[in-house]
């Protein structure tokens, strides 16, 4: 892992890189992972040179003391723009919690990615009353929760869902519930259409935490978006089917 000390902290990422000629692509993870949700994204790495970071908090960053929201979403986006300047990342690809990083990053910040890919994320990422509630009072369920069919996967390889399980207890309960309710805030349904960056929306076909009417609403509002649809995937494409994520990334970087 490699580092970037920023803000009086320290935010990890690592670098997948085999001699590639391609631009730099910085992927963001979403509640409670860390840089390993694109682990699969690193077999690009000929073509591409892939960064994965570990948002304050999670994986091998420092974590960062702030209140849930905005303020916490802004401590998260200079961990983005930390790592990106460090690596000189010419797109931003976001999941879930980290797609609300990413296009934070491009609509408040001095920074211009040449494409935006936006997965299992949304203009609006409002959190279901109860789980908020789980993630204060019972974490155990929460987590039950968000692994039940078509949350975080379809039909995951027990490797998967023992990856994800771990990622979130090694974040702990404050973190991922922190997570959870700078979601529930975050709301820039007004803002996105003056985002002139050419943009992949791409869901998994049984997404049920940001399912595929969140990425049409991208389509209709943001002047140059395109949608892609994963098969037999839910809110975590990249990992559940890889290959079609990554050949769907290809075309779209390639373009």
């Not at 085999?18 to 390993?36: K, P, Q």
Request: aromatic share 8%; proline share 4%.
């Amino acid at each position: 892992m490699e580092r970037v000390t920023h803000h009086g902290r320290e935010t990890a990422y690592r670098v997948f890189d085999r001699d590639s000629s391609g631009e730099t692509v910085l992927c963001v993870h979403g509640s409670g992972g860390s840089h390993a949700v694109w682990k699969s994204q690193s077999r690009l790495a000929d073509e591409y040179t892939i960064v994965g970071l570990d948002l304050s908090g999670h994986g091998n960053s420092d974590d960062v003391e702030t209140d849930p929201g905005y303020e916490a979403l802004s401590a998260y986006v200079d961990d983005v723009v930390a790592v990106a300047s460090a690596v000189d990342a010419d797109i931003l690809v976001g999941n879930s919690l980290g797609g609300a990083v990413v296009l934070e990053t491009v609509l408040n910040r001095e920074y211009e990615p040449s494409k935006l890919v936006l997965t299992g994320t949304g203009a609006r990422l409002a959190v279901l009353d109860d789980l908020l509630s789980w993630l204060a009072d019972d974490f155990e369920r929460a987590i039950e929760f968000l692994h039940a069919p078509d949350r975080l996967f379809h039909d995951p390889s027990p490797q998967l869902v023992e990856m994800s399980l771990a990622a979130m207890q090694d974040a702990g309960q404050a973190v991922v519930s922190r997570d959870f309710q700078t979601c529930h805030t975050f709301d820039v349904r007004e803002k996105i259409a003056t985002i002139e960056t050419e943009t992949l929306a791409v869901v998994g076909e049984h997404d049920k935490l940001t399912p595929k009417r969140y990425h049409e609403y991208f389509v209709s509002e943001m002047p140059d978006c395109s949608l892609a649809v994963i098969d037999d995937a839910a809110h975590l494409p990249m990992l559940e089917n890889p290959a079609q994520f990554n050949e769907t990334l290809r075309s779209f970087l390639s373009t």
